[in-house]
């Protein structure tokens, strides 16, 4: 942690540059009604409502409420310092609950085959090509698999990302059975030694049972072609939608089982609180955050890092 005053840099800069508008909605508010409070200490009830507000969910709010009145007499609760810390720590250990396993079981295996999903406009095709960029910066070699065939424009979309960050597209004609391109992208995989297969799906509304079905076969179509292979299926969530989000999140599950999330557009939202709601009630691991549209703005998620960008003091 760089010294008081001084920017921090590098990805934590970026975390804590990203999450600037859900300090403030979060953090700053805690610091408002103290202020308003002049002296004594607020109600639990005002800080709950505060965290409910910033889309902690109830439950977990419920949680550092009971946290609060366990671990702090009346004369801590007056302390901003000691009601944020424990604020901090209850936070901390819901996200540590399902820190993110290790990928793959065995990392040796390949190719390495993660299926994204999500509703319309979370930020799937953009994730897919950050993650690409990560991966073969890491000298992986990736193949990308566009089967959101529903418009041209979904498949020329994922084919500039793959030239920006150098990914082989595998890809078939708009209107194209999904289905059939995973089963190609899975072949020219396996024939050219990639080390990783990133599938792109189309927006869906969860909603639609014909599309839940579409997925669920090209689900079928994976685990058939390839038994046991490490296998990925990462479904992406816009932390704008707050809790829509997570409503969303729990029909995915149902269709396929989610080994993965991430949580995309943080830094566009003053409800990155969300993270935190979604980590307590579906306890999938957050694989990933993103933090903007550039190439490098995707970020391995740390319960650590996260909850340190959250309460840095400016
Ligand atoms: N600020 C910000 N914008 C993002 C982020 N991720 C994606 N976006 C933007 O969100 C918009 C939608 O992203 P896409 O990647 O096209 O989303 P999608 O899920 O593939 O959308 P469909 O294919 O239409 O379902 C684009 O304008 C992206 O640039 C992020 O982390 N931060
Ligand atoms: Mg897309």
């Known amino acids: 942690m760089p010294p008081n005053g001084t920017p921090p840099t590098g990805l934590f800069g970026q975390l804590v540059a990203g999450l600037a508008r859900t300090r403030q909605r979060l953090i700053g508010q805690i610091e408002r009604l103290f202020a308003a409070n002049a002296g004594s200490a607020p109600t ?182 390839m038994p046991g292979a490490p296998y990925e299926r990462f479904m992406v969530l816009d932390a704008t939608s707050g809790l829509n989000a997570l409503a969303q999140a729990r029909e995915f599950h149902d269709a396929v089982g989610l080994t993965g999330l991430v949580l995309t557009k943080l830094d566009g939202t003053a409800k990155g609180g969300i993270v935190v709601a979604i980590a307590q009630h579906l306890k999938v691991p957050i694989a990933f955050v993103g933090l903007g549209e550039g190439l490098d703005d995707l970020q391995p998620f740390s319960p650590e890092a996260f909850t340190d960008a959250l309460f840095v003091s400016s």
Do not use: Y
């Open 44 to 225: 639990l009830e005002a800080l709950e409502e505060l965290l409910i507000a910033a889309d902690l969910g109830p439950i977990v709010a419920g949680q550092i409420i009971a946290a609060l009145h366990q671990r702090l007499g009346r004369r801590d609760l007056k302390e901003l310092r000691h009601v944020e810390e424990t604020v901090k720590e209850e936070i901390l250990s819901v996200l540590k609950a399902t820190t993110p396993p290790p990928l793959s079981a065995d990392p040796d295996a390949r190719p390495r085959v993660f299926l994204f999903l999500g509703v319309n406009g979370s930020g799937k095709t953009t994730t897919i090509g950050k993650f690409a960029k990560r991966l073969i910066d890491e000298g992986g070699k990736v193949i990308v698999a566009g089967a959101d065939t529903f418009r041209a424009a979904a498949i020329e979309q994922l084919q500039v990302w793959g030239k920006r960050v150098g990914a082989h597209v595998v890809c078939h004609q708009a209107g194209a059975d999904p289905s059939a391109v995973v089963f190609d992208a899975l072949q020219a995989a396996v024939a050219r030694q990639a080390t990783h297969l990133l599938i792109d799906t189309a927006g869906r509304l969860h909603t639609k049972r014909n599309l839940m079905e579409e997925l669920k076969k090209i689900h079928r179509v994976i685990s058939r072609q």
